[in-house]
């Protein structure tokens, strides 16, 4: 066992707003500068939707993440030869226009216009050319139902539903959308990290935050291709690649990332967990409908004495250990097993997962949610978003597991519904609680945290040891890196 520990997040998309304020908060920090205009290391999109970059999720248009061959994972880009031959060719890139052109207004147009009859405008311009632009496009172009007819219809995740099941998600009456905010997931089997041919890229040994060595990159871009969910960006004006560092000075000093702090949905949870390294080659190969238990049990039990045991052995500080007990994302993602990581065929083990949206799936009539309840417990077939399209979106196909967290999230709402408007039978409550297992006490845990959540509850940050990272990066590099799992030894200050 190879014990290490991971900061980990889970985003609840029931509560996503899609204010874009995780978005502000995250470009005034860290890419509101030259060279990174068109760059949101954090952005929200709708779904269904074509997303920022458009159509990220089309492998077959950008190459990123992992493909199981034979029994072997390999990098959808190429093994290390074809990269290094194509090195100064890669077109499997995303383009500006993939993105977005970046725009400002010109603003002084409104107080240096001459005299005239007509109130003057502001015109948009091009924040790379300054020369005046029509807005075509943007990072959040798709959001809500402005772009539907253009955008959702085109989204790679209604390929699993049949033709009258696209029609029907259409329909005027049903139409339906809900927000996925989208950062780096600080991935277990980086795509980015492998792909970089000058080892620019790694991960962070005491907590497991991905990063990229500005003096080590030498722009090949490979890892833009590399990440399939494209939150590498290359940054026009350094000749450098970025990326989300999860604000990791501010997790040293105990504070939430930028993102999750200002989010006013208040969605975003994040913590420390402990992984077993030996674990993810063989979990990384897993047929695709047994990716998501494959990753769930790839994250080891803190009150586990033989983890812990071997948690201290590997460095692993006790305030960690500490910590992973009391994360939220441990009782999200294993205990409650409601929480997904987002397309995890991609197979690179992401660490940031998904409480899939509960009220898109209902909502798509009025009535008792109680009546509506008994629909779902029946026949989620019937559900306004098909389950077929959030199993491809975040348990890469398996239903089963989306169902079930879906009828667990209901039966609490039941629950607490019974408790507080008292006008739901309690046998019938207890019955859809015990199909999914759900206990009183574990109920009462959940809606703690999902709905009334204080600053701590959300954000269980362990103390830094950096002093410590130097033993731990000896434990985690003198290791022999195994398939994709090379974790990088950190480069040297100066190189
Ligand atoms: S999402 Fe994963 S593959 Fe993409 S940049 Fe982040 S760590 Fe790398
Ligand atoms: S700040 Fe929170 S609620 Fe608003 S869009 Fe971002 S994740 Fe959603």
Same mark, same amino acid.
């Given at each position: 066992?190879?014990?290490?520990?991971?900061?980990?997040?889970?985003?609840?998309?029931?509560?996503?707003?899609?204010?874009?304020?995780?978005?502000?908060?995250?470009?005034?920090?860290?890419?509101?500068?030259?060279?990174?205009?068109?760059?949101?290391?954090?952005?929200?999109? !709708?779904?269904?939707?074509?997303?920022?970059?458009?159509?990220?999720?089309?492998?077959?248009?950008? =190459?990123?993440?992992?493909?199981?061959?034979?029994?072997?994972? =390999?990098?959808?880009?190429?093994?290390?030869?074809?990269?290094?031959?194509?090195?100064?060719?890669?077109? #499997?890139?995303?383009?500006?226009?993939?993105?977005?052109?970046?725009?400002?207004?010109?603003?002084?147009?409104?107080?240096?216009?001459? +005299?005239?009859?007509?109130?003057?405008?502001?015109?948009?311009?091009?924040?790379?050319?300054?020369?005046?632009?029509?807005?075509?496009?943007?990072?959040?172009?798709?959001?809500?139902?402005?772009?539907?007819?253009?955008?959702?219809?085109? &989204?790679?995740?209604?390929?699993?539903?049949?033709?009258?099941?696209?029609?029907?998600?259409?329909?005027?009456?049903?139409?339906?959308?809900?927000?996925?905010?989208?950062?780096?997931?600080?991935?277990?089997?980086?795509?980015?990290?492998?792909?970089?041919?000058?080892?620019?890229?790694?991960?962070?040994?005491?907590?497991?935050?991905?990063?990229?060595?500005?003096?080590?990159?030498?722009?090949?871009?490979?890892?833009?291709?590399?990440?399939?969910?494209?939150?590498?960006?290359?940054?026009?004006?350094?000749?450098?690649?970025?990326?989300?560092?999860?604000?990791?000075?501010?997790?040293?000093?105990?504070?939430?990332?930028?993102?999750?702090?200002?989010?006013?949905?208040?969605?975003? #949870?994040?913590?420390?967990?402990? #992984? &077993?390294?030996?674990?993810?080659?063989?979990?990384?190969?897993?047929?695709?409908?047994?990716?998501?238990?494959?990753?769930? &049990?790839?994250?080891?039990?803190?009150?586990?004495?033989?983890?812990?045991?071997?948690?201290?052995?590997?460095?692993?500080?006790?305030?960690?250990?500490?910590?992973?007990?009391?994360?939220?994302?441990?009782?999200?993602?294993?205990?409650?097993?409601?929480?997904?990581?987002?397309?995890?065929?991609?197979?690179?083990?992401?660490?940031?997962?998904?409480?899939?949206?509960?009220?898109?799936?209902?909502?798509?009539?009025?009535?008792?949610?109680?009546?509506?309840?008994?629909?779902?417990?029946?026949?989620? *077939?019937?559900?306004?978003?098909?389950?077929?399209?959030?199993?491809?979106?975040?348990?890469?196909?398996?239903?089963?597991?989306?169902?079930?967290?879906?009828? =667990?999230?209901?039966?609490?709402?039941?629950?607490?519904?019974?408790?507080?408007? =008292?006008?739901?039978?309690?046998?019938?409550?207890?019955?859809?609680?015990?199909?999914?297992?759900?206990?009183? *006490? !574990?109920?009462?845990?959940?809606?703690?945290?999902?709905?009334?959540?204080?600053?701590?509850?959300?954000?269980?940050?362990?103390?830094?040891?950096?002093?410590?990272?130097? +033993?731990?990066?000896?434990?985690?590099?003198?290791?022999?890196?195994?398939?994709?799992?090379?974790?990088?030894?950190?480069?040297?200050?100066?190189?």
């Amino acid at each position: 066992m190879d014990v290490r520990a991971q900061i980990a997040a889970v985003f609840h998309l029931d509560k996503c707003i899609g204010c874009h304020t995780c978005s502000i908060a995250c470009k005034n920090i860290w890419t509101d500068r030259k060279g990174l205009e068109y760059a949101w290391w954090n952005n929200v999109e !709708t779904k269904p939707g074509t997303g920022y970059p458009t159509l990220w999720e089309d492998q077959e248009k950008y =190459k990123g993440g992992w493909e199981l061959k034979g029994n072997e994972l =390999k990098l959808r880009l190429g093994g290390k030869l074809s990269r290094l031959l194509n090195i100064f060719y890669n077109p #499997y890139l995303p383009t500006i226009d993939d993105y977005y052109e970046p725009w400002t207004y010109r603003y002084e147009d409104l107080f240096n216009s001459p +005299e005239s009859d007509v109130q003057p405008t502001a015109r948009p311009v091009s924040m790379i050319t300054g020369e005046p632009v029509e807005i075509e496009s943007g990072p959040n172009w798709d959001d809500d139902l402005s772009g539907t007819p253009v955008y959702a219809r085109n &989204d790679l995740n209604l390929k699993s539903l049949s033709e009258e099941e696209r029609r029907k998600l259409f329909e005027f009456e049903r139409v339906v959308f809900f927000y996925v905010p989208r950062i780096c997931n600080h991935c277990l089997n980086p795509g980015c990290v492998a792909a970089c041919p000058a080892g620019a890229i790694y991960k962070r040994a005491e907590d497991g935050i991905v990063l990229i060595s500005q003096e080590k990159c030498r722009a090949w871009r490979m890892c833009i291709s590399g990440c399939p969910y494209k939150k590498v960006y290359f940054n026009w004006n350094t000749g450098k690649s970025e990326k989300c560092i999860l604000c990791y000075p501010r997790i040293e000093t105990g504070q939430a990332p930028a993102c999750f702090h200002s989010c006013v949905g208040r969605i975003r #949870y994040l913590g420390v967990v402990l #992984y &077993d390294a030996d674990k993810l080659p063989e979990a990384a190969k897993k047929p695709d409908e047994e990716l998501v238990d494959a990753q769930r &049990d790839v994250i080891l039990d803190p009150f586990d004495e033989e983890v812990v045991k071997a948690a201290k052995a590997n460095g692993v500080h006790d305030s960690v250990i500490e910590y992973a007990r009391k994360s939220p994302v441990y009782k999200f993602v294993k205990e409650w097993k409601i929480a997904f990581p987002l397309h995890p065929e991609f197979r690179t083990m992401p660490m940031v997962f998904y409480v899939p949206p509960l009220l898109p799936v209902m909502a798509f009539r009025t009535g008792e949610i109680y009546e509506l309840a008994k629909d779902f417990f029946s026949t989620p *077939e019937s559900v306004r978003i098909p389950i077929k399209y959030l199993a491809s979106l975040f348990t890469a196909g398996n239903e089963e597991h989306m169902i079930y967290a879906l009828r =667990k999230i209901l039966a609490l709402r039941l629950y607490k519904r019974m408790q507080k408007a =008292k006008d739901v039978p309690k046998e019938e409550v207890d019955m859809m609680m015990k199909e999914v297992g759900l206990t009183p *006490e !574990t109920a009462e845990e959940m809606y703690r945290l999902m709905s009334l959540p204080t600053f701590h509850d959300r954000f269980v940050i362990p103390p830094s040891h950096r002093e410590m990272s130097v +033993e731990q990066t000896e434990n985690v590099y003198n290791r022999k890196a195994s398939g994709g799992f090379g974790f990088r030894k950190p480069p040297e200050r100066g190189m």
